[in-house]
């Protein structure tokens, strides 16, 4: 009890909070240790019968000074040492020093059978041999194959595939496609919701951190139905309440459209509060518009529990948008609806010169086929499963972690200086984090406050992967916090 009644003072005292978190920006930044002082002490990584051939290119430090003399400004790494990979096999990634390290990021829930899957690489190098590209105005059997394969996972009605080469361009295309359709123009998303960095996707998006100062019309943004930080806790009739609202009162009384992750993932790997989807589609119905499942990041069986992310809502939307997951790394975006809603398109010509690229959707195919015959979906249901069951213990011992949240490989870690107040830790995140990389395991940050570890690792790690690496090392780090913690709030408190 002593610790966390002196974290209280910490966080509601502004005086001693910017003390405490000056102290952990500075440990965030030291430099990294040896493998060898740590060794003794580190859980071990299970066995794994794969080692990378000897890299002779250029240094990470070499690396970093042509991204800052040649690429965008905007660029940024994780890490106060940026990593440099050159190598990955599986749920395994290798710096160049062919230390190996335990991928629980997967290419932000890009990689989903495994980083450079046998089956994927066959799959792409066969069909680069025969032909790289020429255009959809020809034809080829790959992007058939792989749009018939694709529809055959989706339910209803939908079984319209157009391809693009991301998320955010198929996001946008479904947002055009829903204005056309109805003829309206109004969109509902969330707060806290990401759906790409282009103009409309832009506008759909609702955190300043991602939003430049440009014009962005014809998007409202409902109130987010997040159980841990909104005003309604889990109740996600009390949260749709607010979409019909913004319908009333915002809008002519009809919608394009509603625009959703079933789990944010960018915003912090927000759950949607139970009995929310199914609410706000009966009202965005009710208004003309159409529902559009964002499952960039949800997809593909990362949840587990389903293939899609929405059917764990009992909802079936209009359209649904994927990428990520979907090529396993390779660029690939994919917008499925109804033939109904599909001839809005011929109104017009619409356009892809990359869309459907016969080495993309060749190893699109191949990541269907490969979910099955290795049975991730039930692989990350079973692990995931395991893997938020033993990060909600450490909630339960350790007090930075506020909340711990998700489905299957899509997983969310909280971290707060204050549980009572939900007070973000930010530079504990960063701390956490470098610490785990320099034991071996990476993973992702989001939420708007950057406070959320992001959990989503290619579908083949495994329990022991879990057991032996992930949580020994997470667990020990948080140790060591939660001690640097008790040695702070002493200090500041016989110093006061």
């Not at 889990?234 to 992750?261: C, N, P, W």
């Not at 209009?318 to 109804?338: C, E, F, Q, S």
């Not at 109104?347 to 290795?374: E, S």
Request: net charge neutral; with cysteine; hydrophobic share 40%.
């Amino acid at each position: 009890m002593q610790r966390f009644a002196a974290r209280r003072v910490l966080s509601e005292t502004n005086s001693l909070r910017l003390p405490q978190r000056c102290f952990f920006s500075q440990l965030a930044q030291k430099e990294e240790s040896s493998l060898s002082e740590h060794e003794t002490f580190l859980p071990r990584m299970p066995p794994f019968d794969y080692s990378p051939p000897p890299y002779d290119g250029p240094s990470a430090d070499e690396i970093l000074a042509k991204r800052k003399t040649f690429l965008s400004p905007s660029l940024f790494h994780l890490y106060s040492k940026p990593l440099n990979v050159v190598d990955g096999k599986m749920q395994y990634l290798f710096d160049e020093n062919g230390r190996r390290y335990l991928d629980a990021f997967g290419g932000i829930a890009t990689v989903c059978c495994g980083h450079c899957h046998p089956d994927v690489v066959d799959s792409i190098v066969n069909q680069i041999k025969r032909i790289q590209h020429s255009t959809v105005l020809y034809l080829n059997h790959a992007i058939a194959d792989f749009a018939e394969a694709l529809a055959s996972k989706m339910p209803g009605n939908l079984k319209v595939v157009f391809f693009t080469n991301s998320g955010t361009e198929a996001n946008e295309l479904a947002i055009m496609m829903a204005r056309l359709y109805t003829g309206c123009n109004d969109i509902i998303s969330l707060r806290n919701a990401y759906h790409g960095n282009a103009a409309g996707t832009m506008g759909a998006t609702a955190q300043s951190n991602w939003k430049f100062n440009v014009v962005q019309t014809g998007v409202h943004h409902a109130l987010n139905p997040d159980p841990y930080r909104g005003v309604f806790g889990a109740d996600g009739e009390m949260y749709a309440k607010d979409v019909q609202d913004l319908i009333d009162f915002g809008t002519s009384g009809h919608v394009a459209g509603f625009l959703s992750e079933s789990i944010q993932g960018v915003g912090g790997i927000i759950e949607l509060a139970p009995g929310y989807l199914p609410a706000v589609y009966k009202s965005i119905k009710k208004a003309g518009g159409l529902c559009i499942a964002d499952e960039v990041q949800a997809g593909f069986a990362r949840t587990g529990s389903h293939f899609w992310g929405f059917e764990a809502h009992g909802v079936v939307p209009d359209i649904v948008t994927m990428a990520k997951g979907i090529g396993n790394g390779i660029p690939l975006g994919a917008v499925v609806t109804t033939p109904e809603i599909a001839e809005v398109l011929t109104r017009r010509n619409y356009f892809n010169t990359f869309g459907g690229n016969p080495v993309c959707t060749a190893a699109g195919h191949a990541v269907l086929k490969v979910i099955q015959k290795d049975k991730l979906q039930n692989n990350a249901h079973v692990v995931g499963s395991y893997l938020k069951e033993r990060l909600t213990a450490l909630k339960d011992k350790y007090g930075i972690i506020g909340d711990v949240r998700g489905r299957g490989f899509l997983l969310g870690v909280e971290f707060v200086t204050d549980r009572q107040l939900k007070t973000p830790a930010k530079a504990e995140t960063l701390y956490i984090m470098d610490k785990m990389k320099e034991m071996g395991v990476l993973v992702g940050k989001g939420g708007f406050y950057g406070n959320v570890f992001r959990i989503t690792p290619p579908l083949c790690f495994t329990k022991e992967d879990a057991g032996r690496s992930f949580i020994p090392i997470l667990l020990l780090v948080s140790f060591t916090v939660q001690c640097e913690y008790m040695i702070v709030s002493f200090w500041f408190q016989i110093t006061l």
